[in-house]
């Protein structure tokens, strides 16, 4: 049985994960943090802050807010817990403090924890390999509910640069066209949010050439899917040595 303290466990994400964790038998939510202890009655201890935590763990999982991150951090480097990490709009400052706590603890950080996000990751990258050489156009649109605050989403940023980086980073983003008045860039990849309702997460990449067009959908219809991904990340993770590692090392 893997012990796992949960961050952010009065979220909607930590709310998720509870009952996820709840129904599975190879892993426990022993102990919860969150700003707001009291917001919701739990099996289990919730502490304000990291460093309150009296309880012992295996992994922790983090979906909380980015303003929580650097605590949290130094509380898994002085504890030697790994982290799964699934916490969003992380400044480059925060960023390279993760980069540091992973030489002292293991820490896997993805954009989006579902698994067939990170599977078609690795599918893009074949996909534009083969078709970004032969001079079709990549696009991608990404649609989230209207509470979302950043845009675009870290995900579509994660699928454009796994393209990129198949192509050896020769490519850019353009996130804005309203301002241009001239020819696409042959270059670039396009990135375009949208915000409405109550839509968990869409994203489509567009392969468009000379007369025919190649899309790689993925819809999300709860976030149990992210949940699920975040279970078995900290599952692999548990026990693992110091280091970063991400969800393409989960699904291999």
Same mark, same amino acid.
């Given at each position: 049985?893997?012990?796992?303290?949960?961050?952010?466990?009065?979220?909607?994400?930590?709310?998720?994960?509870?009952?996820?964790?709840?129904?599975?038998?190879?892993?426990?939510?022993?102990?919860?943090?969150?700003?707001?202890?009291?917001?919701?009655?739990?099996?289990?201890?919730?502490?304000?802050?990291?460093?309150?935590?009296?309880?012992?763990?295996?992994?922790?999982?983090?979906?909380?807010?980015?303003?929580?991150?650097?605590?949290?951090?130094?509380?898994?480097?002085?504890?030697?817990?790994? #982290?799964?990490?699934?916490?969003?709009? @992380?400044?480059?400052?925060? $960023?390279?403090? /993760?980069?540091?706590?992973? =030489?002292? &603890?293991?820490? #896997?950080?993805?954009?989006?924890?579902? @698994?067939?996000?990170?599977? $078609?990751?690795? /599918?893009?990258?074949?996909? =534009?390999? &083969?078709?970004?050489?032969?001079?079709?156009?990549?696009?991608?649109?990404?649609?989230?509910?209207?509470?979302?605050?950043?845009?675009?989403?870290? &995900?579509?940023?994660?699928?454009?640069?796994?393209?990129?980086?198949?192509?050896?980073?020769?490519?850019?983003?353009?996130?804005?066209?309203?301002?241009?008045?001239?020819?696409?860039?042959?270059?670039?990849?396009?990135?375009?949010?949208?915000?409405?309702?109550?839509?968990?997460?869409?994203?489509?990449?567009?392969?468009?050439?000379?007369?025919?067009?190649?899309?790689?959908?993925?819809?999300?219809?709860?976030?149990?899917?992210?949940?699920?991904?975040?279970?078995?990340?900290?599952?692999?993770?548990?026990?693992?040595?110091?280091?970063?590692?991400?969800?393409?090392?989960?699904?291999?």
């Amino acid at each position: 049985m893997i012990r796992v303290l949960l961050s952010g466990c009065n979220g909607h994400m930590g709310q998720v994960l509870t009952d996820l964790m709840e129904a599975d038998s190879d892993v426990e939510t022993v102990a919860g943090i969150d700003i707001a202890p009291d917001a919701a009655v739990r099996k289990y201890p919730v502490f304000a802050t990291p460093d309150a935590c009296t309880v012992d763990a295996d992994v922790c999982i983090d979906f909380s807010n980015f303003h929580a991150v650097p605590a949290l951090l130094s509380y898994c480097t002085k504890k030697k817990l790994p #982290l799964v990490l699934c916490t969003t709009g @992380l400044t480059d400052e925060i $960023l390279a403090q /993760v980069k540091e706590a992973s =030489a002292q &603890t293991a820490i #896997l950080r993805s954009a989006n924890m579902s @698994l067939g996000i990170n599977l $078609l990751m690795k /599918v893009l990258k074949e996909a =534009a390999k &083969t078709l970004a050489p032969a001079g079709y156009d990549m696009e991608i649109v990404e649609a989230h509910h209207n509470r979302k605050l950043d845009a675009p989403s870290g &995900t579509a940023l994660a699928l454009g640069e796994s393209m990129n980086e198949a192509l050896d980073g020769q490519y850019h983003f353009v996130f804005s066209r309203h301002d241009r008045t001239e020819k696409r860039d042959p270059k670039e990849i396009g990135i375009s949010s949208v915000r409405g309702g109550t839509i968990v997460g869409i994203h489509d990449v567009m392969f468009a050439g000379q007369d025919e067009v190649i899309e790689f959908k993925h819809t999300a219809y709860s976030r149990a899917i992210f949940g699920n991904g975040a279970i078995q990340a900290a599952k692999f993770l548990a026990g693992k040595p110091a280091g970063m590692y991400d969800m393409a090392d989960v699904i291999g």
